[in-house]
């Protein structure tokens, strides 16, 4: 069975990146692959920020990758370098802070798709 690792590098707010790698997760379960973490990394750090309060017609793309990953027991990580450098010190709780180096460590039976 294939597995795949996902690396997130650009905000939830920024571009469509967020919603593609939903919806590829989503494919990915259903068909029968296995995710085996997802990794948020530059930019992307700023979904696991407690602080984002979206407009109600907007769609809370953090959030619902936070409830997939909780949903199918998939590890949802923040480079915590990353957001040390750009000022966030306090995550949501469904985010697991993890350095560069456990995230390529865990690459070594998956394939890397990044968004």
Known sequence: ?????LLLTTSPL?????ASALQFCNAAVAAGYQIEQIFLYQD??????????????E??????????CQQNHIPLLYCVTAA????????????????LAEFAMRLTNSKLVQF
């Open 59 to 68: 769609p809370n793309l953090s959030q619902l990758l936070a409830v997939f």
């Open 1 to 5: 069975m294939t597995t795949f690792s």
């Open 14 to 18: 920024a571009s469509q990146s967020f």
């Open 84 to 99: 040390e450098k750009r000022g966030m010190l306090d995550p949501g709780s469904s985010f697991i802070g993890a350095g």
């Open 44 to 57: 992307a750090i700023f979904a696991a920020s407690a602080e984002i309060d979206l407009p109600a017609d």
